[in-house]
């Protein structure tokens, strides 16, 4: 079984840490397998968290294309999380949320998401050069990414990973920066139900067990992520805050030579003003005192 790079589609016959072309992450060449019975994968469109994959699918019986995410479940813990995580995110319906079709089981024993298929880019295309994006911009993207967060919050489920990889802008209604939210995977109720937190802290203890790890991406993680707390909407606008602060500076708020460091700002560290992270850039006043507010501790 070859490899292919999950940026440029190279393909190879040996594995190899990353491609030598483009140096993106290679991933088991899967293309034309048959997931479920009825999703065929057509072609690699990037990687996730946790090992995931992602492809472009076919769905047979429709004859329509999909995103599917193809993700490793070595153990009960991972695949019932996965599941849930899947059933929280098929409840949104809402035009700046991507929509869940299915998730189910595949024949290898991985578990799989299958979504709306979307054309455009991630947010994360668009701020990769470190340059300012214009402020109409920056507040018509942020407005669509609040209102999707309002449905979610209206619904009791916190994102807990927003970030420029996990904002995609298609075209549509005439919008060329149309906002699907995407990548509810590790979503969760932050109401929830005393059974709900049993099951939490039962894996809590296992996560302990083998290796704690954070829920989120620390570039983008609010305090009380990173403190072990409980999380709220409020938890997303943290993150949305260090969204818009880049797009408006080019510059995350917090940057470090080490994960740690990075976390250890988020916990402690007012954010710099604009002033400090871009001289001389032209922002409203009260927009970046609302971006900082964001970032309160």
């Given at each position: ?44 469109i990037g990687t996730g968290s946790q090992e995931s994959s992602v492809w472009k699918a076919w769905q047979v019986s ?87 967060l309002e449905d979610a919050h209206g619904h009791a489920v916190v994102h807990r990973d927003l970030k420029p990889d ?113 001289p001389g850039l032209d922002v409203p006043a009260d927009l970046e005192a609302l971006v900082l507010k964001t970032l309160?501790?």
């Amino acid at each position: 079984m070859g490899w292919i790079c999950s940026r440029c589609e190279k393909t190879f016959e040996d594995r190899s840490v990353s491609c030598v072309d483009c140096g993106g992450p290679l991933v088991t060449d899967l293309r034309g397998q048959l997931v479920a019975g009825r999703y065929r994968l057509d072609r690699i469109i990037g990687t996730g968290s946790q090992e995931s994959s992602v492809w472009k699918a076919w769905q047979v019986s429709f004859e329509r294309p999909v995103a599917l995410k193809l993700m490793p479940a070595e153990d009960d813990l991972a695949r019932e999380r996965f599941g849930r995580g899947a059933r929280i995110a098929s409840m949104l319906a809402h035009p700046h949320i991507t929509t869940v079709h299915d998730y189910g089981e595949a024949e290898g024993g991985q578990v799989f998401l299958v979504m709306e298929h979307l054309e455009g880019r991630v947010l994360r295309a668009e701020t990769r050069g470190g340059e300012p994006m214009p402020v109409e911009r920056v507040v018509h993207i942020a407005d669509q990414v609040l209102r999707a967060l309002e449905d979610a919050h209206g619904h009791a489920v916190v994102h807990r990973d927003l970030k420029p990889d996990n904002l995609f802008l298609t075209h549509r209604s005439g919008d060329p920066d149309f906002v699907k939210v995407l990548d509810f995977g590790i979503a969760k109720y932050f109401s929830a139900t005393d059974l709900e937190d049993t099951q939490e802290t039962e894996e809590m203890k296992q996560e302990l067990t083998h290796g704690w790890q954070l829920c989120g991406t620390p570039l983008y993680m609010a305090p009380e992520q990173i403190g072990g707390e409980a999380v709220d909407g409020r938890t997303d606008l943290y993150s949305l805050g260090v969204v818009m602060y880049q797009m408006l500076t080019g510059q995350v708020p917090f940057r470090a030579k080490t994960q740690y460091a990075v976390l250890s700002q988020h916990l402690r560290d007012p954010p710099p003003s604009f002033a400090e992270s871009r001289p001389g850039l032209d922002v409203p006043a009260d927009l970046e005192a609302l971006v900082l507010k964001t970032l309160a501790k």
